[in-house]
């Protein structure tokens, strides 16, 4: 199943998650590409999203607006449907419209391809991006280990080259983008969120190195991917240039 946290608020774009996408509200399109994959369920934080998908046919629960986090909406999202521990939960940000589907997919086959037991904590995917990208502090970027397991995520260029950007070194260990999508088990998307929040995740905004501290596997796919996440109106008005010009 996928679950699509949904917070009306953002301080960077208000309201962003209504903003139109070929017509219809960014949630809505997010939502819809979504499906082609999986069920869907928005879990929403107000009553105004939930009349939107409801408007639209998209299956919605409403959650508590205190959750500082998407995935802590997920969770409470997982109880409210009673989903069982072994259900694979697939969790897409809100801002995701142009996420390729088969990118979804590929997380959901990756966190199926083992079972419940030896499933990894959690499960993300990264792609390989352009120097002139790495400063963005919008565009998280993640380190990894031998097992493709993740280091460490952060908004600022990591790992930092000493020797600049023509380092022989980036040619075989680029520098990699973080995609805002999450693949867990019901059981381990209740453990993530009964862990103590960490302060790297307060200080970075990011919720994932709270996995990171308390040293749970994150393992990463590494994919192709255009999609672009949406932080602010300017993000909005490149993706649909940029998926004006692919179509």
């Not at 009306?8 to 399109?29: E, Q, T, Y």
Request: proline share 5%.
């Amino acid at each position: 199943m996928i679950i699509i946290p949904a917070r009306l608020d953002s301080s960077r774009f208000p309201k962003k998650l209504l903003a139109p996408i070929n017509g219809i509200p960014m949630i809505i399109a997010t939502a819809r590409n979504a499906q082609k994959v999986d069920d869907v369920v928005v879990a929403c934080d107000s009553s105004e999203l939930l009349g939107i998908c409801e408007a639209h046919k998209i299956k919605a629960v409403l959650t508590s607006t205190q959750h500082t986090s998407g995935t802590d909406r997920c969770a409470e999202a997982v109880k409210i449907l009673g989903l069982k521990a072994d259900e694979i939960i697939i969790n897409v940000q809100g801002d995701e419209p142009f996420l390729e589907t088969a990118v979804i997919a590929l997380l959901k086959e990756k966190m199926q391809s083992r079972g419940f037991q030896n499933a990894p904590f959690m499960g993300t995917c990264a792609k390989i991006i352009e120097k002139t990208q790495i400063h963005d502090t919008n565009l998280v970027k993640v380190i990894l280990d031998k097992n493709s397991e993740a280091i460490y995520f952060s908004r600022l260029p990591i790992p930092y080259s000493r020797e600049g950007m023509d380092n022989p070194l980036l040619e075989n260990y680029p520098y990699l983008g973080h995609l805002g999508i999450y693949g867990f088990s019901a059981g381990s998307l209740e453990e993530f969120c009964s862990l103590k929040k960490s302060p790297l995740e307060d200080i970075e905004k990011l919720e994932q190195l709270r996995a990171i501290y308390h040293q749970k596997p994150i393992f990463v796919c590494i994919v192709s991917s255009k999609s672009i996440g949406i932080d602010t109106p300017q993000d909005l008005q490149n993706a649909l240039k940029q998926f004006k010009n692919l179509a």
